[in-house]
C-alpha cells in the first residue's frame, strides 16, 4: 500500500484526536510510523493500525474504515482540488475514479494500486458501484463515498448489496444522494 494512505490516515487520527493518539496507536501495533508518500508499505501494517483503533474504541473494524474514508475526503480535496473543482455533485466526481482520479494516481505513486469500479447509472435516483480490490477495503470506499457526498453538501444513503467479504466477485453499493 502507498504512503500517502498512511499519510492520510495519520492526518485525521491527529486532527480528530491529537497527535499522542496517533503515536499510541503506532505503538499498540508495534509499528515505527515514518511513511512517505510516495513508499510501498505492507498491506498487514494498515491492517493492523486499523485492528488496534477498533480495539481500543471499541467499535468494528468497518466502522473505523468508515470513518476514515470520511475523514479523509476533506483532506484530499485540500491537496488535490483539481480533481473536485470540475464537479457540483458526489456522483459527478466519482463516476471520474477509473477515468481521471485513478490514473492521475498511478502517475503521481508509481506502483499504487487503486480499486477498480463499475458503475451502473441507468437510474437518475440511484448510482449503483462495483467496487473490486484485492485489499476489500469495501468499508473505506464506503466512507470515501459519504466524504465526497458531504463536501458537496449532500447526504449518501449507501445501501451494500454485495461483498467480497461474503465471497462476492465485487462489492456492489447502491447510492442515492440528497442536498
Known amino acids: ?107 503521481l505513486y508509481p506502483g499504487a494500486t487503486p480499486p477498480v469500479f463499475d458503475f451502473d447509472t441507468s437510474s437518475n435516483e440511484t448510482l449503483v458501484i462495483g467496487y473490486n480490490s484485492q485489499r476489500k477495503l469495501c468499508a473505506l470506499a464506503e466512507g470515501f463515498m459519504q466524504g465526497a457526498a458531504s463536501h458537496f453538501g449532500e447526504q449518501a444513503d449507501v445501501h451494500q448489496s454485495q461483498c467480497m467479504h461474503e465471497h462476492a466477485d465485487k462489492c456492489v453499493f447502491h447510492v442515492r444522494f440528497a442536498k
Not at 486532527?15 to 498487514?44: P, V
Not at 479523509?72 to 480535496?77: C, E
Open 1 to 107: 500500500m502507498k504512503g500517502i494512505v498512511f499519510n492520510l490516515l495519520e492526518e485525521a487520527v491527529t486532527t480528530e484526536f491529537g497527535e499522542a493518539t496517533w503515536d499510541r496507536l503506532l505503538d499498540d501495533a508495534g509499528l515505527d510510523g515514518a511513511y512517505t508518500s510516495l513508499g510501498s508499505y505492507d498491506d498487514a501494517e494498515v491492517f493492523r493500525l486499523v485492528e488496534v483503533a477498533s480495539a481500543a474504541l471499541n467499535i468494528p473494524p468497518q466502522d473505523v474504515l468508515r470513518w476514515f474514508g470520511r475523514r479523509a475526503m476533506p483532506i484530499l480535496v485540500q491537496r488535490y482540488p483539481g480533481f473536485f473543482a470540475p464537479h457540483t455533485s458526489a456522483r459527478s466526481f466519482l463516476l471520474t475514479l477509473n477515468n481521471l482520479i485513478h490514473p492521475e494516481v498511478r502517475k
